[in-house]
């Protein structure tokens, strides 16, 4: 598990501040390779441990320590920790760089600056911060406790293909619908304007023609569409056997009577269980691993048996379904 310091919110929430505090610091003068690393480490350092006394610690510095500030040490080992942390967290960062090093090194000795003088004016006694610390102390041992629980439940291929075999319904590519639209205001034009059509009159000329839909001028074409998301049901309906050159019958709708062609028609394949795979397998572990959270919590409500003022919360939250 990171250090409470080590987040990525923590790391970039401190680097932003930082940066206004003490960026003239950072841009002074070197080397051009020197600015490079200590820009990158402005946006990367990690955070430091906060220390409890504002007093030096007394006695030399202890042979593995790269800095000390009043009783916050830092060895050797704990810096590479958080080179580690570091690289993991940002893959770019130049752990090769002596320059970037020292740059972590020494935005690592200017966060304790501040955390020692913050806390030599009793911040860190303020309801506020101890609340935040409490919060995020309680958030770090619910996702550790989750991570435990979770450690080794995980879907299988095996479990992705059951999956699939009996939802395959859910994995059919949605059918792509392009189509024409004659609209008229009265049944009986649009019966004469079918009979046309049927005997073989340009459906786009006639739509041009006749039609009194925006579209007339494009011919009647409507934006296509996928199954299910037809301008209207009734249009829906009406070209759901259809196929490519497919004319429906007359069909009331919105703005009066409607005759529609299919112009083509795509999709509808069953995705193949390789393309769906990883992403059937991710989904499959999350439901898992809910449930296996959601049990525990069971298990431990049935131990521990919450005791719930019922009327009380009626009055703070309001009345729930429960």
Not at 10 to 28: P, V
Not at 223 to 230: E, P
Request: overall charge negative; glycine content about 8%; hydrophobic content about 40%.
């Amino acid at each position: 598990m990171n250090k409470p310091g080590l987040t990525t919110c923590g790391i970039i929430g401190f680097s932003l501040g930082l940066a206004f505090l003490t960026g003239c610091d950072l841009l002074g003068s070197g080397s051009k390779k020197s600015d490079d690393a200590k820009a990158q480490a402005q946006v990367t350092a990690p955070v430091a441990p906060p220390v409890q006394s504002s007093v030096q610690a007394p006695g030399p510095m202890p042979s593995n320590a790269l800095v000390r500030v009043g009783d916050w040490v830092l060895t050797a080992d704990d810096y590479n920790e958080r080179l580690d942390l570091l690289k993991q967290q940002i893959p770019n960062f130049k752990d090769n760089d002596p320059n970037a090093k020292n740059a972590v090194l020494e935005e690592l000795v200017r966060q304790q600056l501040l955390v020692k003088d913050a806390e030599d004016s009793d911040i860190a006694n303020s309801k506020e911060i101890k609340d935040a610390i409490e919060d995020f102390r309680k958030t770090l041992l619910v996702q550790e406790e989750a991570s435990r629980l979770t450690k080794n439940v995980i879907a299988t291929e095996e479990d992705a293909h059951n999956y699939y075999d009996t939802n395959k319904e859910r994995f059919i590519e949605p059918v792509k619908w392009n189509i024409r639209q004659i609209v008229v205001g009265d049944e009986a034009s649009a019966k004469s304007i079918l009979v046309q059509v049927l005997q073989g009159g340009d459906f786009a000329q006639i739509a041009q023609a006749q039609s009194k839909a925006a579209n007339a001028i494009e011919g009647g074409k409507v934006k296509t569409f996928v199954t299910g998301k037809a301008p209207f049901e009734a249009m829906q309906i009406a070209i759901s056997n259809l196929d490519a050159g497919g004319i429906s019958g007359v069909f009331k709708g919105p703005e009066g009577f409607y005759i529609v062609k299919v112009d083509s028609k795509s999709g509808g394949d069953l995705k193949p269980f390789i393309d769906v795979k990883k992403d059937l397998i991710y989904g499959l572990t999350m439901q898992k691993q809910q449930a296996a959270i959601l049990n525990h919590l069971k298990e431990l409500a049935d131990k521990n048996k919450p005791e719930y003022n019922r009327e009380l919360i009626t009055q703070v939250i309001g009345k729930t379904g429960q």
